[in-house]
């Protein structure tokens, strides 16, 4: 029988500076792409700061109070920080399809899996990269449509089918830090977190929902 693969996981203490980060990433899924790594989830916090993906607009800064990354992954802006868990997942799609938007699919698959262990309902939109919670609590838009909050952000990069960059999942950001920007360049809906949401979980709670949940997104690849 075929020894599968099984993919690293480490869990960063502290805060992770965000351009020690991308160094790291950049060599990893170098060797990733060299075979001479495994596959990694990287689990991080940063200290507050806001991030340019390739597609991000100069107008949707609103107010840099924090430092200003450009970080070339795909998507606009969005913020890092204390109390936000941030993925950065380094995936082989040479190996798991080269399909870019089936992997976005099971990154927001993933997060909705994991948000599920604690009763809460993540949802995808058309045309809104991330995953959102509808929030029928809230005064409705002025179209008439219910307000949603986005709780998880989606950005990456390729590099030779090696993925870096990923995700980041609010669990208790203070999420006044928002304000300084339109987040991924969408109006009118919000942000929000699972502390906001009530739920009293914690960063090592999340960190397990999402180790319970990768491999049913990821499946271990054939040795």
Known sequence: MQEK?????????????????????????????????????????????????????????????FPVHAAGRGGQYTYHGPGQRVVYVMLDLNRRGRDVRTFVKALEGWVIDALAEFNLKGEIREGRVGVWIARPDKARLPDG????????????????????????????????????????????????????????????DLDLALHRSFARNFPPLAG
């Open 145 to 204: 449509s219910m307000r949603e909050d986005k709780i998880a952000a989606i950005g990456i990069k390729l590099r030779k089918w090696v993925s870096f960059h990923g995700i980041s999942i609010n669990v208790e950001p203070d999420l006044e830090h928002y304000a300084g920007i339109v987040p991924c360049g969408i109006s009118g809906h919000g942000v929000t977190s699972l502390v906001d949401m009530g739920l009293p979980v914690g960063m090592n």
């Open 5 to 65: 693969r099984m993919t690293e996981w480490i869990s960063a203490p502290g805060l992770t500076d965000y351009q020690q980060a991308i160094t790291f990433m950049e060599a990893r899924a170098a060797a990733i792409a060299a075979g001479e790594a495994e596959e990694l989830v990287w689990l991080v916090e940063h200290a507050p700061l806001y991030t340019a993906g390739t597609s991000a607009k100069p107008t949707d800064l609103l107010h840099a109070r």
